[in-house]
């Protein structure tokens, strides 16, 4: 690994509140409810770990409760999305901007995910690398408040990302995207450069898919990306070992998802 690559980043988008975890969210963001047994935060951390990154290398961009984050994980570094009700994940991505120069590895806080898949993005030989589960359909077989046409769906011609949206037939999607995602130093200039020309385009205005700039997800991005500069993106796979817990129900499926039974 060069020089460069040792000073990359890692940053957690964690400012939502998570309501559709009802009142397992009341006091605490949603990525310290436990799953598995334990802070989903905290697993992600060790995922990290493996990856490489210490923890005066994690950047949390915080929202809701972000006092508690501060308090329980004072070894992080923390930026603060004090609009995080009023917009999504991209733009709460890039309160973080100024930690980005060096590369960076971004993970979505709502996700457990075995520490091999945030290992295997990192070291990507490409410039920008997805994470990839592609046995994803297996968790929406019994998964009734967030369906398949929820799911952050992948194509892929190879390894090369053609295409993102969650408007793809399941049936032609190469996988989903789990939220793991590295951009090396040398591919920051122009995803940062592409970002500000979309904000000034687009600001206040439908973005992708019905949703405006400022609700857009970081998939919609990642499209724009393919489609207006050609930016080469990869797969980085994994068949399992993956998870999202967006809802009660999921917490409840979560054991048997991980033990692969469902």
Known sequence: MCDRALLMKAIIIGAGRGSRLEHLTEDVPKTLVPVLGRPMLDQILDALAFAGFARKDVVFITGYRAEVIRERYPDLTFVHNAEWESNNILLSLLYAREHMKDGFVSTYADIVYR??????????????????DVDWRRRYVRRTRHPETDAEKLLAEG????????????????????????????????????FDVAAETYRGKTFREGRSFEKAYLIDFLQHLLETEGAPMFRVDTPGGYMEIDTLEDRELADAWWRGES
């Open 115 to 132: 520490p091999e898949v945030a290992r295997d993005v990192r070291q990507s030989a490409h410039p920008i690398a997805l994470g990839c």
């Open 159 to 194: 390894e090369r990302v053609t295409r993102l949206s969650r408007t793809l037939a399941s049936e032609e999607a190469s996988g989903e995207f789990i939220g793991v995602m590295k951009v090396d130093a040398e591919a920051v200039p122009g995803f940062l450069a592409s």
